[in-house]
Every structure is written in structure tokens, then in C-alpha cells.
């Protein structure tokens, strides 16, 4: 009886489910559509893509934007690679949409559209090996907001490009070696420059590199606002960060991740002493006060056993995830954290990364 109760269950829940999918699927369908006819490439994006510069394969995961994206995906089909969303954000950004895609879960390897900004497009659907802006920025946003946007739906190593500028454009983009340095001051890129007045590629460097190398904190965890513990569930140790001026000066606010160690008392299991990997804001909180003092947070990715307050912590910074962002709400500032989280333990996993944990020294 309890058997076949059980069995009861499990059907009308496999119903229930079938039909939030089969909604989901119909919801979806609305904002995925491919181009019946791929148009012409133009020959400065035909140059960029079939001569390499952006190492793409046929495992590769490219989005394009913009009024030229129909434009570019003969050439990237022609290069192999098969995985293509188009973000089509305005009405007339895709000329004869028709075919729906075979699958609309976000994982089929063909060309499908999503319409719909870049800010909103959702997580599942990335993250790309390239982010390919086919008719170069929107002159009418910021460069820094749109290439911000792209550089967080972008892999470790992956490519940001600009392609086809305007006149307006080029006039507007045309920057000089060290327009272009500052421009990309507090983004997770790298490298490149606007070429030619037609086209930039930048860089997500790989493993979220910091440019300078890995760069070493100690100093005695102090009491914080008690923010991380009590509203975001993501207890911090905080460094005073007067005595770690000179070795701060230059990195950007924002978050990074890396190794860390705490030198616990007695009182705490062997395990806390241990290298844990970290994820460290150094920033000003804006989403939870105004024009805040700027404070170097560290979260360590481990349960302590308690309280550790005045112990003594060193840490090695490897990578910048993120410029420190304005959130609409603290479930906002939340699931992003819990983002930065994931993509650090995924990093720290790497050999890249790991090396420095086996040779964990401050000295």
C-alpha cells in the first residue's frame, strides 16, 4: 500500500513536471529563432574570424551582437563553429527570423536567437568563448557598461571583439594606447586595442590572471560591520587595509579570489590553520552604505569552528573576477556573491592556481 501510494506520487509528479517543461519550452520557443538566410560577411569580419585571431573551434561557444550578427554567421559556420547565440534586441535586428531550433534549453550545438538585452540574458545561456559586437558599441551606452556586460559572460581566456565600426564610431572609439589602459582600468580584460579604427579585440585573461602577478596580504583579522554574517550569510575576515596601502595600490576595486591561511589559536581544530581558497572584495559596499570607507573583506571557502578575531592571516591574490558593482537589492548582492564563489573554487581547482597552494609561503 505504501508502495503503491509512493507510486501515486511519483506520477503525478513526473506530470507536473513534464508540463512546467513543456511550459518552459513554450515560453522559450517565443525567444529563440534562426535566420532563414545568413547574409554576406563583411571582409574585415571575415578577415578577423577565418585568419584566427580569436581561437575559435568547433567546441566553441560565440555570441554575437548587433545588426550585423545575421552578417557574421556564414563565417563563423564556415570556421566550424556550430554553438552560435544571436542576442537580437531590437525588432528589426534579424531580417526574415523563421526556423525554430530543434532544442531551446540553451545547449544545442546550432545557431538559435535570444531576444532580449545583454544584461538579461540569462546564465544558462553562456559562458562564451567570444562575445562578438558585429557593428562595433552602441554609441548611444557607455563602452565600459557594454564591454563590462560582455566580459562577465566571457570564459577565462576568452575573447571580447568589436567588429565594423561606424564612422561615429571610430570617432568615438578611436582611443590611443593609454585611453585604451584606462578604459579597461577596472574590467576583467586585457590586452588589444581598437585596430585600425575598425575593430578591437580584447582579452578575459586566462584563469582571471591579475596583470602584475599574485600579490600578498597579511595582517590581524579585525571586527567588521558584522554585514557578511548576519544579512548576506557569508562571513568575512577583514584586514585593516592602512598597513597594506603600498600592496593594494593599483588593483581596482572589485573582487578577487585566491589562497589564504589563518594562524588559529589553540582553541580552534587543526583543520582551520589549513590553506583554504578565499574570494576577497576590496571595495567601498556600495549596495549597503553610501561613500563608505574602503575595506579588504576576505571570505575563506571553509566552516570554522568559531569566532577568529584577532588571528593572524596571510593570503596570495591570483585573480580579478569583477569591478565592485551597485546592486538593486541584497538578493541581488547574494546571488552574485554566491557566483563569485563558484567561479573561484572552480579556478583555484586549476594548476594554474593550485600551484601556489602547494607552495603556500608569504615570507
Excluded at 578604459?183 to 590586452?191: A, I, K, M, Q, V
Excluded at 567588521?224 to 593594494?248: D, M, Y
Excluded at 569566532?307 to 548582492?333: C, Q
Aim: with cysteine; charged share 20%; glycine share 10%.
Amino acid at each position: 500500500m505504501q508502495g503503491h501510494a509512493t507510486g501515486l506520487h511519483s506520477t503525478r509528479g513526473l506530470l507536473v513536471h513534464t508540463c512546467n517543461l513543456h511550459l518552459l519550452l513554450q515560453q522559450q520557443q517565443q525567444h529563440r529563432r534562426v535566420a532563414a538566410r545568413p547574409l554576406a560577411a563583411t571582409s574585415k569580419g571575415v578577415d578577423v574570424i577565418t585568419e584566427g585571431r580569436m581561437h575559435l573551434s568547433h567546441d566553441s561557444r560565440v555570441l554575437l551582437i548587433g545588426p550585423n550578427a545575421q552578417s557574421m554567421l556564414q563565417s563563423l559556420q564556415g570556421s566550424e563553429v556550430q554553438d552560435i547565440l544571436i542576442l537580437q534586441e531590437g525588432a528589426n535586428d534579424l531580417a526574415e527570423p523563421s526556423a525554430l531550433a530543434a532544442s531551446v534549453l540553451g545547449n544545442d550545438l546550432q545557431p538559435r536567437v535570444w531576444s532580449g538585452t545583454l544584461a538579461n540574458l540569462p546564465a544558462y545561456q553562456g559562458p562564451f568563448d567570444a562575445v562578438i559586437f558585429s557593428a562595433g558599441l552602441d554609441t548611444r551606452a557607455s563602452a565600459r557598461d557594454q564591454l563590462l556586460a560582455a566580459a562577465l559572460r566571457t570564459k577565462p581566456g576568452g575573447r571580447v571583439v568589436g567588429l565594423e565600426l561606424s564612422d561615429a564610431q571610430r570617432e568615438q572609439h578611436q582611443l590611443d594606447a593609454h585611453q585604451v589602459k584606462e578604459l579597461l582600468r577596472d574590467l576583467p580584460l586585457r590586452g588589444g586595442a581598437f585596430v585600425e579604427g575598425s575593430h578591437f579585440i580584447f582579452q578575459v585573461p586566462p584563469g582571471y590572471q591579475l596583470q602584475q602577478g599574485p600579490v600578498k596580504l597579511w595582517g590581524d583579522v579585525a571586527p567588521g560591520f558584522g554585514r557578511g554574517s548576519r544579512k548576506l550569510g557569508t562571513p568575512t575576515a577583514n584586514l585593516p587595509p592602512e598597513p597594506l596601502a603600498q600592496e593594494i595600490d593599483g588593483l581596482p576595486l572589485g573582487v578577487y579570489f585566491g589562497w589564504a591561511r589563518l594562524q588559529a589559536g589553540p582553541e580552534h581544530p587543526p583543520d582551520d590553520s589549513a590553506v583554504h581558497p578565499m574570494v576577497m572584495n576590496i571595495g567601498r559596499n556600495p549596495t549597503v552604505q553610501d561613500e563608505g570607507a574602503i575595506t579588504i573583506e576576505l571570505h575563506l571557502l571553509h566552516k570554522f569552528a568559531r569566532d577568529f578575531y584577532g588571528s593572524h592571516l596571510k593570503a596570495v591574490v591570483l585573480g580579478f573576477l569583477r569591478p565592485e558593482l551597485k546592486f538593486g537589492s541584497l538578493d541581488e548582492l547574494k546571488r552574485r556573491i554566491n557566483q563569485d564563489k563558484g567561479l573561484a573554487a572552480a579556478q583555484l581547482k586549476t594548476d594554474l592556481h593550485m600551484q601556489h597552494k602547494d607552495h603556500f609561503s608569504l615570507s
